[in-house]
């Protein structure tokens, strides 16, 4: 069975530019996960996806963060403008539906990707 | 609020030896779900072990396993016998209604095992 498949691994960029992830989740997971992981903290959760609707965005920066995941598959987070703080590894995550499946389901992550901004 | 707090930063244990990683929780909710991850330094976060709260008996998954006291809170990860490989961060995390079954994770623990 494929994992959770992330691109870029790494990407460097200058403050206020701009950068797109994109994430391949394991086949038949309903629910896709967006996290940040700074340096030597825990993963924080930035968007989690039920199929294609949002369940949770509570703690996404709403002025630079967007993230979509289209026909419930795929799913990209965007950063525009970025700023020296989201320097980070952005982890993808998926999941069978945590709703319905009970708390049990546990999460499948990516290899993350590293992001610097100088 | 729900929260995860991991006391440890760092820890030492001899190769062959066991430890114990230790996770406080807090959650109004009475259903609840406990779990542990490890994080190599490859960067990609492994599940290791599950507990639900209303679980009677302390799961167990191999050389891991969760000492859940529901009373206190806590949801310890004990690791026996210790290999070199085990050296990684471990991160307690939950799951619960409150949160919209969001997860929340602790700060960590880096583990090395010495040989």
């Known amino acids: 069975e494929a994992g959770v498949a992330q691109s870029p691994r790494y990407k460097i960029i200058e403050k206020r530019q701009s950068v797109a992830f994109w994430c391949n989740p394991i086949?038949?997971?309903?629910?896709l996960y967006w996290y940040q992981q700074i340096l030597g903290q825990g993963p924080k959760l930035l968007i989690q996806?039920?199929?294609?609707?949002?369940?949770?965005d509570s703690q996404l920066p709403k002025d630079r963060f967007s993230a979509e995941r289209l026909k419930g598959v795929d799913s990209t987070l965007k950063i525009q403008p970025a700023k020296l703080e989201d320097s980070a590894v952005y982890l993808c995550a998926s999941s069978l539906d945590s709703r319905t499946g009970g708390m049990g389901n546990e999460q499948f992550f990516g290899p993350g990707t590293r992001l610097t901004v100088l | 609020a729900q929260k995860i707090t991991q006391t440890q930063p760092g820890m030492f244990v001899q190769e062959k030896e066991a430890v114990t990683l230790d996770c406080t929780y807090d959650t109004s909710d009475q259903s609840y779900g406990l779990f542990w991850y490890k994080q190599p330094s490859s960067g990609e976060m492994i599940f290791l072990i599950y507990?639900?709260?209303?679980?009677?008996q302390n799961a167990t998954e191999g050389r891991y396993s969760l000492n859940f006291q529901k009373a206190r809170k806590s949801a310890n990860l004990v690791i026996s016998a210790s290999q070199l490989g085990d050296s990684a961060m471990y991160f307690c995390a939950m799951r619960g209604f409150t949160g919209g079954f969001k997860t929340i994770f602790g700060a960590g623990t880096r583990l090395f095992v010495k040989a």
């Open positions: 996806f039920q199929n294609n609707g949002v369940v949770d």
């Open positions: 507990q639900g709260s209303y679980d009677e």
């Open positions: 086949s038949g997971h309903a629910t």
